[in-house]
């Protein structure tokens, strides 16, 4: 089995809630990453997301949070009106 992992950024203009996160996070670009796990046996390998990871800065440092991409997208298309 492969892992594949794909970069991206989330940019909120509001403040916002995930589950998995017990805080109010500020606006401000995130950075997101998407693990994927191939799945072979077809005529092509095809791909099912296994974790998304959004980090999120701190006055120490970076803390990585463990998010479902549904509630991640849910909280961008709330963020847009």
């Keep these: 089995m492969s892992i594949r992992t794909t970069s991206s950024t989330a940019t909120f203009a509001s403040p916002f809630r ?3 996160v017990d805080e109010l996070l500020p606006p ?4 997101v990453e998407t693990d ?3 799945v072979e046996g ?3 390998t095809v791909f099912r997301r296994v974790a998304t990871l959004l980090y999120v800065p ?7 949070c ?4 549904d509630d991640l ?3 961008l298309a709330s963020d847009d009106r």
């Design 58 to 64: 701190t006055a120490s440092g970076i803390r990585v």
């Design 18 to 20: 995930l589950k998995g």
């Design 42 to 44: 077809n005529e092509r």
């Design 66 to 69: 463990t998010v479902e991409a």
């Design 28 to 31: 401000g670009t995130y950075r």
């Design 36 to 38: 994927e796990e191939g």
């Design 73 to 75: 997208a849910a909280a």
